[in-house]
């Protein structure tokens, strides 16, 4: 009986790991390619964010935009709101035809993920949860009529233990889709996103109009578990996701379509480097082993053959830092081409 049941998990596992990893997806048709972009990250690359933005806009030619609003920029003060800077991406983005993927609440990408503001980091749970909420309210509103906003994003990756957060709730998470629903007259799907190697994405369809996922292939990976263990701080290692085929990526996605109905997008393409340090701190020497000319061209063309249709690439900001910087354009050109051959799709 030991046996046959053996036999039969072996048997089980060899076609569960075929589903997942053998086989060929269908590239698609038309590809939409965007960019994320955040204020804070660039400005921390110490570059004039405004030129790096418009860059984006008018040199690189995006029409789709993935912005992060850091609360701690939003709303600095207690009761004292911020829109300036944010008002004026808005208003570039439709000047310029191009849609935007708004990202709101505590956590909202770029470390360390959750920008709670100084006076926000003094409350407690329920009392943070009361302020986001406010948060929520008074940006959906502000943007609710909005010709460029075509997607709200709740929080990033909230479900998924990574970045320097106070906590995880998937209740509020609930909370937080349902009072952006309310508000929004128009209903702009909302995209809920998690890690695109580590996680299932199912409790994420559960809540989202759209599943978000991102898409990485060589990083620095810290095992936490080990260096908790140890005591240590430094422990890791470099990384390469080769043994994620095209087609794990297609093949729950076309799950999470015919159990939810809904969508997955990748909303972060590895486009920068993933290192030990912060690229602020890291030496061109140590970035280079994660992202340079021909592993960004590499990741391109991954993408492709995943049979996904809309890929948001990660590290605009970077590639605009290489090239103003550093005179290190090529990233920037190769991006520039991408997006012109979208556009010529478009015609």
Known sequence: MLTKFILGLLVFLLLLFGFFFVGEPQQAKEIIWGVN??????????????????????????????????????KPKQGEYNFEDLDWQIEQAKNHDAKIILIIGMKTTRWPECHLPEWAKKLDK????????????TIVLRYKNSLAIEYWQIENEPLFPFGDCPWRDKKFLNDEVAIVKYLDPQQRPIIINTSGEWS???????????????????????????????????????????FFPPIYFWRRAQIIKKIFNKKVICVELQAEPWGPLLLYD?????QEKTMNLEQFQKNIEFAKKTGLDTFYLWGSEWWY??????????IWNQSKKLFSSERGNEK
């Open 37 to 74: 972009f955040s204020q804070k990250h660039s400005e921390n690359l110490g570059l004039n964010w405004k030129e790096n933005y418009l860059a984006l806009l008018e040199d690189l030619g995006a029409k789709n935009l993935r912005l992060a609003v850091h609360w701690d920029l939003i």
């Open 282 to 286: 890291s030496p061109l020497e140590e």
């Open 200 to 242: 299932l994405w199912l409790k994420e369809a559960k809540i989202g109009d759209i599943v978000g996922t991102s898409l990485y292939r060589k990083i620095w990976f810290t095992p936490t578990l080990i260096n908790k263990l140890w005591g240590a701080q430094e422990i890791g290692m470099y990384i390469d996701y080769r």
């Open 321 to 330: 830092w290489l090239k103003t910087n550093h005179n290190q354009p090529e």
């Open 126 to 137: 329920v009392q943070q949860q009361g302020q986001i909420l406010g948060l929520l309210r």
